[in-house]
């Protein structure tokens, strides 16, 4: 399972780094991906970070920035220059010959 951090609450055009923890497995051969559910709207992919690359959402790209530790088996998403429409839950998954979700964390931007 993957373990993220509770709800935060940040201002508009602040940063924030989300960070999620794999126990029981290595993620090392896992493609890692955050993803965002925002109110009224679908859950949607926001990074992800395979072997060798990177990518993101165009709603993000720019401001948003994933990486992935496989010694410690983390996957943080940095995130910055926050705005209101940023808000929702955020889950960090991993995808590989399993998929594994973690609980969500919900991220409030402020105006």
């Known amino acids: 399972q993957l373990v993220q ?10 940063s924030l780094r989300l960070s999620c923890v794999s126990s029981g497995f290595a993620i090392s051969p896992y493609t890692m991906m955050w993803f965002r559910q925002s109110p009224g709207k679908e859950r949607e992919l926001v990074a992800r970070a395979s072997f060798e ?4 959402a165009d709603s993000v790209k720019g401001r948003f920035s994933i990486s992935r530790d496989n010694v410690k088996n983390t996957a943080d998403l940095q995130m910055n220059e926050l705005k209101p429409e940023d808000t929702g839950v955020y889950y960090c998954a991993a995808r590989w010959l399993k998929e594994y979700w973690g609980q969500g964390t919900q991220v409030t931007v402020s105006s």
């Open 53 to 56: 690359s990177t990518d993101y």
């Open 5 to 14: 951090p509770g709800g935060v609450l940040v201002q508009s055009g602040g």
